[in-house]
């Protein structure tokens, strides 16, 4: 699966953006998808989860309360609505997939998208 994310871009701190992230293929629905970030020199860090139907979510600690991952199957599309952005969300944001792994970990993604940069103004 290849995967296209989009929607970053400067917003000031408390403001809202609303990335995407489009999927080649057919078999969407067969891949959980993940959100992960990386501000330059901090590791990758885990922003959320969901599952191949969107029944079950996870968020990292960072995030929860404030963003909201979400998919849509007959789009081959998941989202990341980012609510109440403080400048430390700050980053190239990611989305990737796997058919297996419903986790937080970054090395259990076979898939990655290029990457989308958000940057969160104070």
């Known amino acids: 699966v290849q995967l296209q994310a989009s929607g970053g871009g400067l917003v000031q701190a408390g403001g809202s953006l609303r990335l995407s992230c489009a999927a080649s293929?057919?078999?969407?629905?067969?891949?959980?998808m993940g959100w992960f970030r990386q501000a330059p020199g901090k590791e990758r860090e885990f922003v959320a989860t969901?599952?191949?139907?969107?029944?079950?979510?996870d968020y990292g600690g960072s995030v929860k309360g404030r963003f909201t991952i979400s998919r849509d199957n007959a789009k081959n599309t998941v989202y990341l609505q980012m609510n109440g952005l403080k400048p430390e969300d700050t980053a190239v944001y990611y989305c990737?997939?796997?058919?297996?792994?419903?986790?937080?970990?970054?090395?259990?993604?076979?898939?990655w998208g290029q990457g989308t940069q958000v940057t969160v103004s104070s």
């Open positions: 293929g057919r078999t969407f629905s067969s891949y959980i």
């Open positions: 990737a997939a796997d058919r297996r792994h419903y986790s937080s970990s970054p090395n259990l993604y076979d898939y």
């Open positions: 969901i599952d191949w139907g969107g029944i079950r979510t």
